[in-house]
């Protein structure tokens, strides 16, 4: 009988190490699931602008004394519009040569918030500027705990307007005029979506995990990606991807719009509305790789409806509220945390998410170039794009693989206009040195 159980055993051992070795060879560890990167309830929002009609030299200024003026504006700001408590807002400057890109921008550490009176903001805003050319990007960190990055990017705008007039100004354009989605009244209907939900996140994972079902390299060969490169769009595929020794960084693009209030015509030659091309091409994009559907937060301050719809355009400013409201998965609640994300990344490695963040229109002679959000610490599994309009300028992003985004570059120059940036996810131990 001990000469049974010892081969038993043996057998057991043996069965083990050619699982292990088989999960090696297809380039998923057995324990790969925890190699995928949980977010930090953290976004950072940068916008590039054009300061060559600006009169103000106030950023060169304020650099040089310590960013004093830049954290009375951004306090006076919130006062202001009455969006935010000031005392949960801070803001800095910086000064550095060359042209100024948002990847340069986002090299550069913030100011320790502790030095500017508050441990733990809210928001911080940190403005870098351009020592040899007219260029500034404003840096929004958000705590998505507090705040949402909607109303942080309005007090940021808000706060350019002072800081074009003058800290002592205190005028702000109406911060009445921006346009709030209707509420939800959550039912069976909603419940109903987040059972299913859920059901078939955790079914994609054990088909992945326990059965290695799908194909490893995710959307490889829809987009025509080189060999062995994995796109990940499946559950199967994102833990490969995270089972690499070294996954790629999250790639970004950032699109802009050629001039302010331009259209472009489709294919039947009438104009569309930036953000309706911006829709259409994402759309594209979602069945280029073979993604299942679009996912969107609708924002209801300071929560967040999550919802699904079948068709990215069917988020379309023309189209009624019901229909997006049908894929929701319950009433408002705050952003997802970190006990919600080791399943959520999954969920969302299989849909596109598009984030619109409005229109704002205010009175500062700046001009904005370019636009990014960032989620710090999001997986390259999570594809996404979104846009905002800032005087009448459309700004894009699309985020995701670098081969994964590539493919959708020329749709998206066409729709929207000219790609103005290529980079990676900022990096949150470059931001804040020794921050948690």
């Known amino acids: 009988r001990r000469r049974r159980r010892r081969r038993r055993r043996r057998r057991r051992a043996r069965g083990r190490h050619a699982g292990a070795a088989d999960a090696h060879q297809r380039g998923v560890e057995p324990n790969a699931m925890n190699t995928v990167p ?14 060559s009609e600006t009169e103000s030299a106030v950023g060169a200024i304020d ?36 042209e100024l890109s948002i990847e340069d921008a986002q090299a550069l550490p913030f100011v320790a918030s502790a030095t500017l009176g508050c441990a733990d903001p809210a928001v911080e805003f940190s403005w870098a500027y351009s020592s040899t050319a007219p260029v500034a990007v ?10 949402d990055g909607v109303t942080a990017l309005r007090i940021g705008l808000h706060a350019m307007e002072l800081l074009e007039g003058g800290p002592n100004d205190g005028k ?48 490889n060969k829809l987009i025509g990606a080189k060999e062995g490169v994995i796109v990940p769009t499946t559950a199967r595929s ?11 960084p999250t790639s970004f693009a950032l699109y802009a719009a050629a001039s302010p209030k331009s259209k472009k015509a489709n294919e039947g030659g009438e104009t569309v509305k930036p953000y309706r091309a911006f829709l259409s091409a994402i759309e594209n994009w979602r069945v280029k790789l073979g993604l299942r559907a679009c996912f969107v937060l609708v ?3 300071p929560l967040v ?32 945390g970190d006990d919600v994300w080791p399943l959520n990344n999954f969920y969302m490695a299989n849909v596109v998410f598009v984030n619109n963040y409005g229109r704002h229109a205010r009175t500062f002679k700046a001009k904005a170039t370019a636009f990014k959000w960032d989620w710090i610490g999001m997986g390259a599994h999570v594809w996404g794009g979104g846009c905002v309009e800032i005087n009448g300028r459309f700004l894009a992003w699309v985020r995701g693989t670098r081969e994964g ?3 959708c570059e020329d749709e998206l120059a066409g729709a929207v206009g000219a790609k103005k940036e290529a980079l990676t996810q900022a990096r949150w131990d470059v931001i804040v040195p020794g921050g948690k």
């Open 305 to 336: 409806v999550p919802t699904e719809v079948r068709k990215v355009t069917d988020i379309a400013d023309d189209r009624d509220f019901r229909v997006r409201y049908a894929g929701a998965f319950g009433g408002p609640e705050a952003p997802p």
């Open 405 to 407: 985004i590539d493919a």
């Open 299 to 301: 924002n209801q301050r």
């Open 38 to 51: 949980i977010p930090k309830r953290k976004l950072l929002l940068c916008v590039r602008f054009d300061l």
């Open 172 to 219: 702000i354009s109406s911060p009445g005029g921006f346009a709030a989605p209707p509420p939800i009244r959550p039912g069976l209907r909603h419940a109903l979506n987040f059972a299913n939900m859920l059901r078939r996140t955790l079914s994609s994972i054990v088909a992945a995990s326990a059965f290695k079902l799908g194909d490893p390299l995710g959307a």
């Open 238 to 248: 994102t833990i490969a991807y995270w089972a690499q020794e070294k996954p790629a």
């Open 138 to 147: 404003m840096r929004v960190l958000v705590s998505l705990a507090k705040c």
């Open 63 to 98: 650099a040089r004394s310590g960013g004093v003026v830049h954290d009375e504006c951004a306090k006076a700001a919130a006062g202001a519009s009455n969006l935010l408590d000031p005392i949960g807002v801070v803001g800095s400057c910086v000064a550095t040569a060359g």
